[in-house]
């Protein structure tokens, strides 16, 4: 049986990632493949009540503690759901993987992506995704979409536009480093746009993934 396909879904908060993912989903078991819709921190038990953990605005772990919190939700979520999905050949729609904490331990806490890069290998024992969608949102349009969230800021949401932008710039250097992976996707558009974009920058890697 072919390997399963991990296709990544990145961006700052209010980009429309939940949104997107679950429109992909959609259109895939529609075509008959198998898939999986997991999200980061979370996924299994152990991952879950990490998340609650991170999410709570009255928690205030150091930057180096936050970083070691992810990775450990992350080694738990390879481990008991992505390794064991992707051998079975279900393909895998996953909201935030190790990009998200290059892109907001590493830069935007500054603890340095090339530190937390090493710890994300040591947690996924060096699992990566087939496909990164990097959605590029305007800060403008990424406040006005958390504004409309019936829910309150979660912890990370409360950071300043300074955080913010640091963690959008490292988005942007992991798209080019790795252009053949990350694949930018316009999130200001139109969502039927972002959604045929989208689409259309996973369609190789399904396309192999039905030949094999």
Do not use: C, W
């Not at 049986?1 to 700052?12: F, H, K, N, P, Y």
């Not at 939940?18 to 895939?28: E, G, K, Y």
């Not at 493949?33 to 990490?50: F, K, S």
């Not at 990370?156 to 942007?172: I, L, T």
């Amino acid at each position: 049986m072919a390997r399963g396909v991990l296709i990544t879904i990145e961006g700052v908060d209010g980009a429309g990632k939940s949104t997107l993912v679950d429109a992909i989903a959609i259109n895939l078991r529609r075509v008959g493949l198998a898939v999986e819709v997991l999200r980061e921190p979370g996924g299994v038990e152990l991952a879950e009540r990490i998340r609650e953990l991170l999410r709570d605005p009255a928690f205030a772990p150091s930057a180096r503690a936050e970083a070691l919190l992810y990775a450990a939700a992350r080694a738990q979520l390879t481990g008991l759901k992505l390794e064991p999905l992707l051998t079975a050949g279900t393909h895998v729609l996953l909201d935030r993987f190790t990009d998200s904490t290059l892109a907001y331990q590493g830069a935007g806490r500054e603890l340095g992506v090339e530190e937390v890069r090493r710890l994300n290998e040591f947690a996924t024992a060096g699992l990566r995704a087939d496909r990164t969608l990097y959605l590029r949102v305007s800060a403008a349009s990424a406040r006005q979409r958390q504004s409309t969230r019936a829910e309150d800021p979660d912890r990370m949401e409360r950071e300043d536009q300074e955080f913010f932008a640091r963690v959008a710039g490292a988005y942007e250097q992991l798209a080019r480093e790795e252009p053949q992976r990350v694949r930018t996707i316009d999130a200001d558009n139109a969502f039927p746009q972002v959604l045929e974009d989208s689409l259309h920058a996973i369609a190789d890697l399904l396309d192999r993934a039905r030949a094999s």
